[in-house]
């Protein structure tokens, strides 16, 4: 192996990694390798940092947890999956400025099925709360219940529908991410 590869190997899993036992790194937040759902174990598949502006602030990182990795995501959005996107914020977000860029994001993700989807959307984004520098929120979906959305360790709803999911999935995942070095991070690639 060429030294100064094997060098930059090194340093690239030291800065996204921490120690095993504490889970992975991106700015300043360490999530867990593991998650379990239901009984059922979930792996992390990548962290991704969402940046906004023109200035690049962070916002916060987020993780996704599935039951096998992959890199494909349009398959893992679509996917009939146990999967799990966490949200940590770094930086205080309002509400309706949190309402206001999923609401973005949502529309770009549904195409011609946002008018089927709205009033779904309309009711999870009444749920969406303001959030604070190290609040978390979470949206876990369950194949033939819904999607699961929390803020911290409170449920603020279920919402019905693989269709919902796979778009909810898609915000991030999808060809129109809020940046796309955090679709590369929940990708497994590197975050940042």
Excluded at 92 to 98: A, N, P
Excluded at 100 to 106: L, R, T
Excluded at 121 to 126: A, D, M, P, V
């Amino acid at each position: 192996m060429n030294r100064r590869v094997g060098f930059a190997a090194v340093a690239l899993s030291l800065s996204l990694h921490s120690d095993p036992a504490d889970g992975a790194a991106c700015a300043g937040v360490t999530m867990p390798d593991e998650t379990v759902v239901d009984g059922k174990q979930l792996v992390l598949n990548g962290l991704g940092l969402r940046e906004a502006t023109i200035l690049n602030i962070d916002v916060y990182v987020a993780g996704l947890y599935l039951e096998q990795r992959s890199a494909d995501g349009r398959r893992i959005a679509s996917s009939e999956q146990l999967k799990q996107i966490r949200l940590k914020f770094v930086r205080d977000v309002g509400r309706d400025d949190m309402a206001s860029n999923m609401d973005q994001g949502f529309r770009d993700a549904a195409g011609s099925n946002y008018d089927k989807l709205k009033p779904r959307f309309e009711q999870l984004k009444g749920w969406i709360p303001a959030l604070r520098n190290g609040e978390t929120f979470s949206a876990t979906y369950r194949p033939g219940k819904g999607l699961e959305v929390r803020h911290g360790s409170k449920l603020l709803g279920v919402v019905a529908g693989a269709d919902f999911a796979k778009t909810i999935f898609s915000i991030w995942l999808g060809a129109k991410p809020p940046n796309p070095g955090l679709r590369d991070g929940l990708l497994g690639k590197r975050c940042g």
